[in-house]
């Protein structure tokens, strides 16, 4: 397994990829309401990242049509934009967006409410963000990648809902998705050790119900139960002086959504 240690210059790069995927994010979120189609934020995105430098990550990665991954309630990851989609009050959508910057990768996402959700849906979307500050917390050097694993799984399963084992999070820099695999779920004390100069997308993907999932088709993963999903995703650095999440402005603390 070769895993890449970043150096200075190229984190700074993926830094400023990270930047506009914040940008484009932060946008999407805040435009989130009922009626909104999923194609409607697809464009938002696309009006917002022309004339930028780089282009969007996912847009013809495997043949994928889109610029941004809308994943509705149900579904878990890769829900393709359609105008056909239509947002409604109770809704929560995954936004999941990446751009690649002077041949540089950075991704996020964010699990959007639509108007008022249900308590126990608005407990799903806190716990996930929860666990991805956790992850992150753990994203030192000498720690282990069983410690971010176990720290998501830990605290999901604490509060009654499941982690999804087909996906996981992964290894960016100038590849979108590189060694070292990081599942959400494992074991405190095991697996490669973190060091400096590691870049890792950090996911958590949680199932209000069961962790088993199903293919709709291609692409569209949803639970099998059809139990409601969420999503939470940064870009993050090992780094001398903790955690560096390249996928947010320097200036920005606290919670990481």
Known sequence: ???HLRSRDE????????????????LLRDAVRPGITTMDLEKLAEGKIA???GKPAFKGYRGYPCSLCTSVNSEIVHGIPSPKRKLREGDIVSIDFGMEVEGYFADSAVTVPVGKIPPETQKLLRVTRESLDRAIEK???GNRLGDVGNAVQSWVEENGFSVVREFVGHGIGTKMHDEPNLPNYGDAGRGARLQEGMVIAVEPMVNAGRPEVRM???WVAETADGSSSAHFEHTVAVTANGPWILTRPKEVTGPSW
């Open 139 to 141: 994203m030192r050097a």
């Open 51 to 53: 004339g930028k430098p």
């Open 216 to 218: 709709r088709d291609e």
């Open 1 to 3: 397994m070769a895993i």
């Open 11 to 26: 984190l700074e790069k993926m830094h400023r990829a990270g930047l506009i995927v914040h940008e484009v994010l932060t």
